[in-house]
Antibody, heavy 118, light 110 residues
Framework: QVQLVESGGGVAQPGRSLRLSCAAS????????MHWVRQAPGKGLEWVAI????????YYADSVKGRFSISRDNSKNTVYLQMNSVEPEDTALYYC???????????WGQGTLVTASP | QSALTQPASVSGSPGQSITISCTGT?????????VSWYQQYPGKAPKLIIY???ERPSGVSNRFSGSKSGNTASLTISGLQAEDEADYYC??????????FGTGTEVTVL
């Protein structure tokens, strides 16, 4: 069965860095684009970033462009989100999600909580 | 990348049908037939219930249906049941491999 397990969340002071990981299993990881989606406490979903199946293409939401970087290691079935210069507005539950052929996210992890606070 | 607009809340009685709208622009909803819908229970991850505007993944009840007209997509839940009480989000492809979510709708079963 498909599983996505996020880790790496925690408390980070504004301006510091944090790296999130998402370990995938149960499917051919190298065949799928992967996304990060976040949800601030009590708020809605916000798309954050996508990486293509081979890692050659990456795109970001305007709110994180230039600060966050998505990457993947297909040999480890893992996708990463490097968060630099974190801001209080980055406080959220971060989900990784598998892309269902250019439309929709068909599998989600349970999320990892990031709190940007002094 | 402005969020798509959804009503904050929609309610209905058991057995009724309700419709949730999702309004975007000609740059997202209006340009692509790539709208998906998600159901989210409190404390849980979202679940895909509609993709490509009107397609249901295997295992999703046929009480859920999707449609689109112009810049507005819609999700209809027919035969409303207590278990449908949840938050619902639309999401549209917005070009150049980017996506935008809706503001979310809380569905209450009276």
């Amino acid at each position: 069965q498909v599983q996505l397990v996020e880790s790496g969340g925690g408390v980070a002071q504004p301006g510091r860095s944090l790296r999130l990981s998402c370990a995938a299993s149960g499917f051919t990881f190298s065949s799928y684009a992967m996304h990060w989606v976040r949800q601030a406490p009590g708020k809605g979903l916000e798309w954050v970033a996508i990486i293509s199946s081979d890692g050659s293409n990456k795109y970001y939401a305007d709110s994180v462009k230039g600060r966050f970087s998505i990457s993947r290691d297909n040999s480890k079935n893992t996708v990463y989100l490097q968060m630099n210069s974190v801001e209080p507005e980055d406080t959220a539950l971060y989900y990784c999600a598998r892309e269902k052929s250019a439309d929709g996210f068909d599998y989600w992890g349970q999320g990892t909580l990031v709190t940007a606070s002094p | 990348q402005s969020a798509l607009t959804q009503p904050a809340s929609v309610s209905g009685s058991p057995g009724q049908s309700i419709t949730i709208s999702c309004t975007g622009t000609s740059s997202d909803v209006g340009s692509y037939n790539l709208v998906s819908w998600y159901q989210q229970y409190p404390g849980k991850a979202p679940k895909l219930i509609i993709y490509e505007g009107s397609e249901r993944p295997s295992g999703v009840s046929n009480r859920f249906s999707g449609s689109k007209s112009g810049n507005t997509a819609s999700l209809t839940i027919s035969g409303l049941q207590a278990e449908d009480e949840a938050d619902y989000y639309c999401c549209s492809y917005a070009g150049t491999s980017t996506y935008v979510f809706g503001t979310g709708t809380e569905v209450t079963v009276l």
